[in-house]
């Protein structure tokens, strides 16, 4: 097995905020399969320190952006974890990134440089007797990661991966000394973002292969619409820059197994869960589909369409049961509607076995996101024959065949995809969605159809095994 290190600032089961824990909690034993053994280096956040049983420190630094450092190996949650276990940076209440008024931290930019200068010298150092061939760095937070590799003059190689454009990880360019970055980096081909340090774009000029989550997205942010300032730096970089499609956890989220549910096999199990579902969110009996969201809410993710196109399905029927959290405006328009409407109940929490629970009992899934790298629910979806509706766009194209009159035809269709991401298309999108409900016959085909779709690791971890060979030392 040849060693990678993975650095990220969550990790599920570990600290978890959105998809990107999902992804770098289900890689080590995905790519294990592929031939490479993975660790996870992680931020010591008091949650981190508490769920994992940590050995004695390998690596220290007395000064690491105002206090000492040092890297602890462990295990917890299933994972191989190396924890940065520096108070002064991660022993905080509350989110990983947010202070308790729900802002970023002023310091982020410290806390995650620490973060990726700790994955440099790892992999110039070693930790213990273990020393890693690649990095596989994720997000803004890990973006200086390949800068720093070049400073301490170490030859693993990089892998950068794009889960979300819309986080730069921005710093004033006054602190590009402090966070030891190289003076002629501060350059448009460099680090240099309209006046400021981006972590982002130094992650995406510095690594060796950039990655995003989906075909789609990747071909995407290529684009000045999607590309968020950066289209053009990925476009210099297109012959380095591949989407590697997220798969999911295919054992924790198994409906004929999932212990937050009663076992059913089949989607005919579904009006049981449906009843209970129904129950859990104060709905009453409707002939119409039973339709839920599972978010975070962001500007992202499109709840504000949602809300406008909402009277298509309410007035026929439908019912939605809505579980997020995030955007305190956007909490305060969802609970509104749901006061005016009795076919809609919103839970304004973060559950993750009420998730489940909703995966199960639901008929369908909706995600009208403005913009979306890959989306993890519409594959949780699919397994549990809940049908996606989903905006054309990012992962979500790459993942749902849409129920064209032709897919429809040949059997082949798992959801519905709506064009364009306005309320009129999704409405439409929500139309379509009565009409093939109130068809048993091609429903259940979809159901089953989408129960069968592939959305496991194994493609996509044989191409991260191949990145990680290709960017490793002597390959
Ligand atoms: P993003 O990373 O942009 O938030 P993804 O679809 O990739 O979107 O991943 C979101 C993850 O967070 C999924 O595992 C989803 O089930 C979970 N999730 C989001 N909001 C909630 C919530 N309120 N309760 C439980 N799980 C949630
Ligand atoms: C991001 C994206 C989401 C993706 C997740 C994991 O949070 O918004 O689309 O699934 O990362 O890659």
Request: glycine content about 10%; aromatic content about 8%; proline content about 6%.
């Amino acid at each position: 097995m040849r060693p990678v290190l993975s650095v990220t600032s969550e990790c599920a089961p570990l600290v978890k905020t959105g998809g990107l824990a999902d992804v770098a909690g289900a890689l080590p034993a995905a790519v294990s399969l592929a031939g490479w053994e993975m660790r996870t280096l992680l931020p010591g956040y008091p949650q981190v320190m508490d769920r994992v049983k940590l050995k004695q420190p390998l690596l220290s630094e007395t000064d690491l952006f105002g206090g000492t450092g040092v890297i602890r190996p462990g295990t917890g949650g299933g994972l191989d974890v190396l924890v940065l276990d520096a108070p002064h940076l991660f022993d905080r209440s509350g989110a990983p990134y947010l202070d308790a008024e729900g802002e970023d931290w002023p310091d982020n930019p410290e806390r995650f440089a620490a973060l990726s200068w700790m994955a440099a010298r790892i992999a110039a150092e070693g930790a213990g007797s273990w020393r890693p061939e690649t990095l596989h760095c994720h997000d803004w937070q890990a973006g200086f990661a390949p800068v720093y590799l070049q400073a301490l003059g170490a030859s693993a190689g990089s892998v950068f991966t794009i889960h979300n454009m819309a986080f730069h990880g921005l710093a004033p360019a006054t602190r590009r000394a402090a966070l030891r970055l190289p003076a002629e980096g501060f350059t448009q081909d460099g680090f240099e973002f309209w006046n400021q340090v981006s972590s982002l774009k130094a992650g995406i000029t510095w690594s060796n292969k950039v990655t995003t989550v989906s075909p789609t997205y990747a071909r995407e942010l290529m684009r000045t619409e999607f590309g968020m300032g950066l289209d053009g730096v990925l476009r210099n970089r297109s012959d380095d820059f591949v989407g590697i499609l997220n798969g999911i956890d295919t054992v924790a989220w198994d409906p004929s197994t999932d212990p937050h549910i009663q076992t059913y096999k089949s989607p005919k199990g579904k009006a049981r869960m449906k009843k209970e579902l129904r129950k859990e969110f104060g709905l009453g009996d409707s002939a119409g589909p039973l339709c839920i969201v599972v978010s975070r809410l962001s500007d992202q993710k499109g709840l504000d369409l949602l809300v406008d196109a909402l009277p298509v399905l309410v007035d026929r029927g439908g019912q939605l049961a809505l579980l997020g959290t995030g955007d305190r405006r956007i909490e305060a328009r969802l609970r509104a509607v749901a006061a005016a409407h009795p076919s809609v109940s919103v839970h304004i929490e973060y559950d993750e076995a009420k998730s489940h629970r909703m995966m199960a009992g639901a008929d369908a899934i909706l995600i009208p996101s403005r913009f979306e790298p890959c989306g993890l629910t519409q594959l949780y979806a699919l397994r549990y024959g809940t049908v996606p509706v989903v905006a054309y766009t990012g992962g979500l194209v790459d993942t749902v065949i849409n129920a064209s009159p032709a897919a429809i035809r040949s059997g082949v269709a798992t959801g519905i995809q709506f064009h364009p991401v306005t309320v009129d298309g999704l409405a439409r999108g929500l139309f379509q969605l009565l009409e093939l409900y109130s068809d048993k016959k091609v429903w259940s085909r979809m159901q089953t159809n989408a129960m069968r779709s592939e959305v496991g690791w194994s493609a996509s971890a044989v191409q991260y095994a191949e990145l990680y060979d290709q960017v490793a030392p002597g390959s």
